[in-house]
């Protein structure tokens, strides 16, 4: 076996140039696979550990507000803490888009966003001065102001203060009373919190008397299942009205279809890799089938001495095999790089895919073995006495 090996390498080694253009494809092809299926796992590493660290416990619920339904009361989703085991935290909220901006400059979209007391603490924003809306402040128009807001004002020269109004809808006045610090927007909550203004339930109702209550986030209590927690939400809240349209999500279940999509998009990327890999192999049966007839009267001495067709099919296959293994660990390598680098552009945590090492071995011998067969073979069948009068 050493010796069948040696013999392939100094064979490949005969023609340089060649042989180097034939690895160059399958360099190309293993690389261009590895990579995407590596940055497929990093990605979808990422976007897990961002869900993760948004909180595991986090619920979100959904209805409608319309002729049938009216929406959620803060009563409701206030007392699910008491009457939903497995509920921690609950709070209600409206929403609604609007444009803010101080006078002289050009709006920005936002959301006006009606909740709660509880809801700062529901979708884990803190405070960055000031205080939240109370109970006790009826139906003042008192606003917390996102950190994208805010900025705004800056920009303009005049910082908003405690006490400042902003221009709210139909020509009301909404008083800043809280700042919120900036933060990640977390894809279970449908609010870019960086540009929200959050006011009181009664509040909200006095400027946007069409829109109800529509959202709610929930919080399960430590070791309760969220999905359970999640189901039976959806039971209480339609309890005496089937009808009524009520939706429950928990972040696990967004994890795990993230995670059934990312393999999805993984499998995909790899495909399309794939394709330059198949071309690399074509490479490699051309060069195959070159030799093969550049070799002629050596298979047939070979086979005139008393070589086996087996020996001849068994000498051109490992040169297959050692041209496309040699491009394989090279385009691994490269391909692990080339996610190192994309990993590292993006600012996310590095790994190797624990497939990427046995999958570039693995489609590198397939191709060996796949494109090196046919030469192999027709090597094989070479009649000796032709072959021995081959020039």
């Known amino acids: 076996m050493i010796r069948l090996l040696a013999e392939a390498f100094r064979n490949l080694a005969g023609n340089k140039q060649r042989s180097l253009l034939a690895l160059l494809g399958i360099v190309i092809g293993t690389g261009s696979v590895i990579a995407m299926v590596n940055i497929g796992a990093i990605v979808r590493q990422e976007a897990l550990r961002q869900f993760e660290a948004m909180g595991t416990d986090l619920l979100t619920l959904s209805t409608r507000s319309d002729g049938d339904n009216a929406g959620f009361t803060p009563e409701e989703i206030s007392l699910l803490p008491e009457r939903v085991p497995g509920v921690r935290l609950a709070a209600a909220y409206g929403q609604r888009s609007e444009q803010f901006g101080p006078t002289g400059q050009a709006p920005v979209y936002g959301a006006l966003v009606g909740a709660t007391p509880e809801f700062l603490e529901a979708v884990e924003v803190r405070l960055g001065g000031g205080r939240t809306p109370s109970s006790f402040d009826g139906h003042e128009l008192f606003a917390v102001v996102g950190a994208d807001l805010a900025a ?13 109004t902003i221009p709210g809808p139909d020509g009301s006045m ?9 933060t990640t927007i977390n894809p279970l909550v449908p609010i870019d919190m960086n540009k929200a203004l ?16 529509t959202g709610a986030i929930l919080r399960a209590a430590p070791g309760s299942d969220p999905r359970t927690v999640a189901r039976a939400v959806e039971q209480h ?4 009205q089937p009808s009524r349209i009520v939706q429950a999500r928990s972040a696990e279940q967004i994890i795990e279809q993230m995670a059934s999509q990312m393999r999805l998009y993984t499998l995909l990327l790899g495909a399309v890799g794939g394709i330059s890999l198949i071309v690399g192999g074509v490479g490699v049966m051309n060069v195959m089938l070159v030799a093969v007839t550049e070799r002629r009267r050596e298979i047939g001495i070979r086979m005139a001495i008393g070589a086996r067709r087996r020996s001849i099919v068994s000498m051109f296959l490992t040169e297959a095999l050692c041209l496309s293994l040699a491009g394989g660990a090279i385009g691994t390598a490269i391909g692990i790089g080339t996610a190192y680098a994309a990993s590292e552009l993006a600012n996310w945590a590095f790994l190797v895919s624990p497939v990427a090492i046995p999958l570039g071995a693995g489609v590198s011998a397939v191709v060996g073995v796949v494109f090196g067969y046919l030469p192999a073979r027709q090597a ?4 000796p006495i032709e072959a021995l009068r081959y020039e």
């Open 152 to 164: 705004l004002w800056i920009k303009a020269g005049r910082p908003l203060e405690v006490g400042d």
């Open 174 to 182: 909404l008083m800043a009373i809280g700042f919120l610090q900036r």
């Open 198 to 213: 959050v006011i009181s339930v009664p509040a909200f109702r006095r400027v946007a008397p069409d829109q109800g209550l």
């Open 237 to 240: 809240l339609r309890a005496g």
């Open 380 to 383: 094989s069948r070479v009649d």
